[in-house]
């Protein structure tokens, strides 16, 4: 009898899983994307934070000491994912959600919209969409229930209220700020509910999003890794698959 490769038990896990309704959770990181030329941030060489000063580009802080610089940065970052396209592993995902309906929650810690644009729904996005705007201040006129629009904002690096001049930002969480609430509660209430959590491409560096995996655990759940290297949350899970995402994915979700 040969031996059951981790692909194989995994394979059992999702039967299972698929047989009730919010049976898997999924929770993905920049690995998803890197298929689809979207860097990582903490891969060695191609990592973005191996040539970028996190605490420069991802924060409040950095953001206020040069906003031309990180507003530059985003819109190239914001480029990068536009031209960019879902990958296999994007679409497997998607495509076991419609073949399933009701049964799987997706959880992302990126900040691209590949999920989406490979059909996927309900995506719950921790940190952010960066093709999305909002003001760097509460904007003054909101008490008033007239909140300026960003699109109205001057055209300039960044963009600039011309009432306020309240200056524009990605919407996307930076170091040291909060998860939207009801992303992160739903994402909590995923896992808490899932028979197999399914983590793809994250190094489980960052918390609370980490701390998903070890909360699945924790409820019972069978918790399974797709990743190429060895990640911060291994010992949290049960299984171990080495390969990428767009390689393993439609072979691990295939009907
Ligand atoms: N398929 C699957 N996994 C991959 C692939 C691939 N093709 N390529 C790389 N990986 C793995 C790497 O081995 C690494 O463990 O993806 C992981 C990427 O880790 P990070 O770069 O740390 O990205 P992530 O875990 O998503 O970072 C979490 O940190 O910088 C913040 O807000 C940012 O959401 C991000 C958070």
């Known amino acids: 009898m040969p031996r ?15 047989g009730r309704p919010g049976g898997l959770a999924v929770l993905t990181g920049a690995g998803m994307s890197a298929e689809s030329g979207i860097p990582t941030f903490r891969d060695a060489m191609s990592g973005l934070w191996s040539r970028f000063d996190p605490a420069q ?10 906003p031309a610089r990180v507003w530059q940065w985003y819109a190239e970052r914001r480029q990068g994912v536009l031209d960019a396209q879902p990958n296999a592993g994007h679409r497997a995902l998607a495509d076991f959600q419609q073949r399933h309906p009701g049964v799987m929650t997706l959880i992302t810690q990126n900040v691209d919209d590949l999920h989406q644009r490979a059909g996927a729904t309900g995506v ?16 003054p006129r909101a008490q008033r229930g007239n909140c300026c629009d960003t699109g109205w904002a001057l055209d300039t690096q960044p963009p600039v209220c011309a009432e306020c001049g309240n200056q524009v ?21 995923a896992v808490d509910g899932c028979a197999l959590l399914l983590v793809v491409g994250t190094s489980g560096a960052v918390w609370p999003a980490a701390g998903l995996a070890h ?14 290297q060895p990640s911060e949350i291994d010992d949290v899970a049960h299984h171990h ?14 009907a």
Do not use: Y
């Not at 580009?57 to 040069?66: H, I, K, V, W, Y």
């Not at 952010?128 to 904007?139: A, F, K, N, V």
């Not at 930002?169 to 209430?189: I, K, N």
């Not at 698959?241 to 295939?254: C, D, N, S, Y």
């Open 124 to 139: 719950l996005r921790l940190h952010g969409d960066i093709l999305q705007d909002r003001w760097i201040d509460p904007c």
């Open 215 to 228: 909360r699945a655990r924790r409820a019972g759940a069978t918790v399974a890794i797709v990743n190429p």
């Open 57 to 66: 580009l991802a924060s409040e802080e950095g953001f206020r000491a040069d």
């Open 241 to 254: 698959i080495r390969g990428t995402a767009a390689e393993v994915l439609p072979v691990l979700l295939a």
């Open 4 to 18: 059951m490769t981790a692909t194989d038990t995994v394979r059992a896990e999702l039967a299972r899983a698929a």
């Open 169 to 189: 930002r990605p919407d996307v969480v930076w170091f040291g700020e909060s998860l939207p609430l009801g992303m992160l509660t739903a994402a909590e209430q």
